[in-house]
Structures are given as C-alpha cells and as structure tokens.
C-alpha cells in the first residue's frame, strides 16, 4: 500500500509502490525553496532514486536551472554535432533540450523521436554526472515513455555466482554512440569490444551518498570487461543485462505536460519508448556534476 509522509514544509512523499519512484506533491518549483524542503527531497531522493513533480505547467527554464542547483553544480550543455536552431543556442547553457521538433528548419534539441535504449548518462566520461532532471512542456499523445531501472536492486538479487565472479572487475564504457545509438562526431565506429574507447568504472560501485553497492553498468554496445577473454566478457555482460532489465526492477513514467523528473544516475538506468515522427514532444533537461568515480 502507498504512504504519505507529511512534512512541516507541506511536501509529501509518495512513493510509487514499485521497485523505485515516488511523487513529490505540495512543491511549486516557481516559488523560493527553503533549505529544510531541500533536505526533504533529498532525503526522498536517495530512498526513492527518481522523483516525479506534476503540474509544474508555467516553469521557466530559468527556474529549472535554479531548483536543479539545490542538488548539486550543473554541468553546462555538451556541443551539439550539426547545427542547432537560433532558440536552441538562446538557451542557458545549463539546459538541454530533448525534442524532435524544429525550429527555422533545424533541430530544436536532440535525441528526435527514436527509441533510446537502456543507459545511464555519460558513463563514458571519468566523472559521469550526479543526476539529471527532465521537464516536459509538450508530450506526444502516446509513446515516448521513459522507463526507469534500480541498480541497488539490480545488484542485490544478482545470483550469488555471478556476484561473486564480478566483485573487483572493471568495464570500459564506450564513448562513441549516444543514448539513440548515433555515432558521435570525431569517433571511429569500431566493431570490436577490445578498442573501445571511453572510461573504464567498476562493474560494481559505491553510491557516494548511500554507501550502497549498485551495478554500474551504463551501455550495453561496445562494452568490454577489462582483462577477459572477449568471449568472457560477452557472457558475463550479456547476463548482467539481462538481468538489470526484468520488469520487476522498474519503474515507468507515463508524461504529462508540466512533469519534472529527477533521477540519480549513479544508481539508475532509463531507457525510451519512441513515439510518432509526426507528433510533437519538447523537453527540457539540466545535469548535476558528479564525482570522480572510485
């Protein structure tokens, strides 16, 4: 059965029911947020790893950037390969826009209207970043749906041999695609798990905050465990996916204009539905920096 818990600032939390998620109700992120509501979704944050915010229908991207700074330095937005529209570069740099619409004939934001797969956000770079948080302003009337997985749990109902056998690995995430499977700028499109390149991370980390153990797995293309025969690596990977993906390790997230989400990256992946080409969705997404992972 779902709980509410109430708080001195009027924020409720109520937790999803599933493996991860709950709502933050009784939150105008327009309005100036006290330190001790902080410390609320916070706390949330780290029990419940993605939270939602509904109704939050007229805020700014200025707005956005200022809540996201409660928790945490923002990164700045990556340079977009190929040419962004005049409103796209109008922006703040802290936001990025995820969006399949275009503006004066050029790409609004990215990631356009395909499926992304199951990842976590910029594994591939030695300090992949704290967390993210997604506001919608316009939702396609169907698909589009982001799905959400726990890693805590991924990790813990890890048969006891598979557990074993990765304690102490290290995996080298590839750097090469993005989320859409898009070879980025500048990179060779290898075939070969062995010349990846990007960071290397341990198959099972640390939460900084929590001091629990999660899988880090981040993308599943490219991925190499350092040290193993190919064959190996493949096999252990294959079924660490597998398993980090059964439904009953997730959370779905079904858009409504005026949804926030906000999710940990150190100990989620998200993957999306993809939606009709014809239908419009629009986007915006700040990033909190994270820590050199250990």
């Known amino acids: 059965m779902d709980t509410v818990t109430d708080t001195a600032t009027a924020i409720r939390v109520r937790p999803s029911g599933a493996a991860l998620g709950a709502d933050i109700e009784g939150l105008d992120m327009n309005q100036p947020i006290s330190p001790e509501q902080v410390k609320e ?23 956005l950037a200022a809540f996201s700074r409660h928790l945490g330095a923002l990164d700045k937005r990556p340079t977009a390969s190929g040419g962004m529209s ?20 050029k790409p609004l934001g990215a990631l356009g209207d395909g499926e992304a797969v199951w990842h976590a956000d910029m594994t591939y770079n030695e300090r992949p970043p704290k967390g993210a948080a997604l506001y919608a302003v316009e939702v396609p009337p169907s698909g589009g749906n982001t799905h959400f997985a726990s890693m805590y749990l991924a990790y813990e109902t890890l048969d006891g041999d598979l557990k074993q056998r990765i304690e102490g690995l290290r995996c080298i995430h590839d750097a090469s695609r993005n989320s859409a499977g898009e070879l980025r700028l500048g990179f060779s499109d290898h075939t070969d798990p062995r010349q990846t390149v990007g960071a290397t991370h341990p198959l099972v980390a640390t939460h ?73 969705r629009l986007m915006y997404r700040t990033q909190i920096a994270g820590r050199v992972a250990p």
């Open 41 to 63: 979704i916070v706390h949330a944050w780290e029990q419940h790893l993605v939270l939602r915010f509904r109704g939050q229908t007229s805020l700014t991207v200025e707005g």
């Open 86 to 105: 005049s409103a796209h570069d109008a922006l703040p740099p802290e936001i990025t826009v995820i969006s399949n619409v275009k503006v004066e004939g």
């Open 208 to 280: 900084a905050s929590t001091g629990r153990r999660c899988l880090l797995l981040g993308r599943r293309r490219n991925a190499y465990i350092v040290g193993l025969p190919l064959d190996e690596s493949e096999a252990i990977l294959d079924r660490l996916w597998a398993h980090a993906a059964n439904p009953a390790l997730t959370w779905t997230q079904v858009w409504q204009v005026g949804d926030v989400m906000l999710w940990d990256n150190s100990c989620t992946m998200h993957r999306r539905d993809s939606f009709d080409p014809a239908t419009r």
